[in-house]
């Protein structure tokens, strides 16, 4: 059966068993594009840092063709309706563990650590309905392109807390102890191992006494090349699949940017899995964290698939 004889509805149940409705993927349609077009505008070189920092280290073209985040916040959101990158709608159990979190103070203080788009926010935002309290929001990221598709978002559903600042949040002075919840997404594979153990104690630093962490965390291997042809591969076949069903005005012009684009990523991506278990506990317990969730789940995974991640809630 072509993609053309397949309902929207029909698709989301086989590609993504059902984790978006259908009115949250037509708002992922309508972002992708903006975003795409925005991510060249606001993604910007850096000093340190940032998701271009391994390709610039890495890869063989990077002298020749200087690397910007564009590659990654300008693409997140096509690979996002193709179901071929880590999302929270992902996880089962953020809207509870959020909701119990949120629900232990009058007013809760959210920081969001980190963000490729939106969806962390869609995913705090939709558990704060569902737990039916006020929050104030934070959200910092080292790059202005997610700030703009959370600052969409939020436009869009009438979220009127949301603050946000473009900082590294390694060496950013954040204040202490001003938050009772800190929640990002798979932002420890971002990081390289070096790094893990300083993001996991600022968490810690900034959290008031009896405030919540909640987070996942992908276990894996390194990205090999095999890999990530295979990813690039995936992805051709998959756009030129649904892509016609995704977007009203798709055309063979479209089709190629959008692959080109998939591809770039696929050569540039780079994530910094958790080894095992253990790896985990440690950084935790020698941040000075203890664990009220630490589960292991099933997930569709990027380049291996499936893989399998931890689901996070320390305090």
Same mark, same amino acid.
């Given at each position: 059966m072509s993609a053309t004889q397949v309902s929207q509805q029909e698709y989301l149940e086989d590609l993504f068993q059902g984790i978006y409705t259908e009115d949250e993927f037509t708002e992922l349609v309508e972002s992708s594009l903006h975003?795409?077009?925005l991510a060249g505008d606001y993604?910007?070189?850096?000093?340190?840092?940032?998701?271009?920092?391994?390709?610039?280290?890495?890869h063989p073209n990077a002298v020749q063709n200087p690397v910007y985040c564009d590659w990654y916040h300008g693409t997140w959101q096509i690979l996002r309706l193709l179901n071929m990158v880590a999302v929270p709608k992902w996880y089962p159990f953020y809207r509870d563990t959020l909701a119990d979190a949120l629900t232990r103070v009058k007013r809760p203080n959210v920081f969001i650590s980190a963000a490729a788009d939106y969806g962390m926010l869609c995913t705090l935002h939709q558990a704060i309905e569902y737990a039916g309290v006020e929050a104030d929001i934070t959200l910092i990221d080292i790059c202005q392109s997610p700030l703009q598709s959370s600052e969409w978002y939020a436009a869009r559903n009438g979220v009127s807390s949301l603050n946000t600042k473009a900082d590294n949040l390694l060496s950013s002075r954040i204040p202490e102890n001003g938050y009772d919840l800190v929640v990002t997404d798979e932002f420890l594979t971002v990081l390289k191992d070096p790094d893990k153990p300083t993001i996991v104690k600022q968490w810690r630093r900034i959290l008031k006494p009896g405030g919540f962490l909640v987070t996942t965390a992908m276990l894996g291997k390194p990205t090999t090349m095999e890999l990530r042809e295979n990813y690039a591969a995936k992805s051709?076949?998959?756009l030129r699949q649904y892509g016609p069903q995704f977007f009203p005005n798709y055309s063979t012009e479209l089709e190629e940017r959008l /692959? =080109?684009?998939c591809e770039r990523f696929a050569s540039f991506h780079t994530r910094h899995m958790l080894r095992d278990v253990e790896q985990i506990r440690g950084?935790?317990?020698?941040?000075?964290?203890?664990?009220?969730?630490?589960?292991?789940?099933?997930?569709?995974?990027?380049?291996?698939?499936?893989?399998?991640?931890?689901? /996070? =809630?320390?305090?």
């Amino acid at each position: 059966m072509s993609a053309t004889q397949v309902s929207q509805q029909e698709y989301l149940e086989d590609l993504f068993q059902g984790i978006y409705t259908e009115d949250e993927f037509t708002e992922l349609v309508e972002s992708s594009l903006h975003m795409n077009a925005l991510a060249g505008d606001y993604c910007k070189p850096k000093d340190t840092g940032g998701m271009e920092e391994w390709a610039i280290k890495n890869h063989p073209n990077a002298v020749q063709n200087p690397v910007y985040c564009d590659w990654y916040h300008g693409t997140w959101q096509i690979l996002r309706l193709l179901n071929m990158v880590a999302v929270p709608k992902w996880y089962p159990f953020y809207r509870d563990t959020l909701a119990d979190a949120l629900t232990r103070v009058k007013r809760p203080n959210v920081f969001i650590s980190a963000a490729a788009d939106y969806g962390m926010l869609c995913t705090l935002h939709q558990a704060i309905e569902y737990a039916g309290v006020e929050a104030d929001i934070t959200l910092i990221d080292i790059c202005q392109s997610p700030l703009q598709s959370s600052e969409w978002y939020a436009a869009r559903n009438g979220v009127s807390s949301l603050n946000t600042k473009a900082d590294n949040l390694l060496s950013s002075r954040i204040p202490e102890n001003g938050y009772d919840l800190v929640v990002t997404d798979e932002f420890l594979t971002v990081l390289k191992d070096p790094d893990k153990p300083t993001i996991v104690k600022q968490w810690r630093r900034i959290l008031k006494p009896g405030g919540f962490l909640v987070t996942t965390a992908m276990l894996g291997k390194p990205t090999t090349m095999e890999l990530r042809e295979n990813y690039a591969a995936k992805s051709r076949e998959r756009l030129r699949q649904y892509g016609p069903q995704f977007f009203p005005n798709y055309s063979t012009e479209l089709e190629e940017r959008l /692959i =080109a684009n998939c591809e770039r990523f696929a050569s540039f991506h780079t994530r910094h899995m958790l080894r095992d278990v253990e790896q985990i506990r440690g950084l935790f317990t020698d941040a000075g964290f203890k664990f009220q969730v630490l589960s292991e789940v099933e997930t569709p995974g990027e380049c291996v698939n499936p893989t399998y991640s931890y689901q /996070i =809630a320390a305090y």
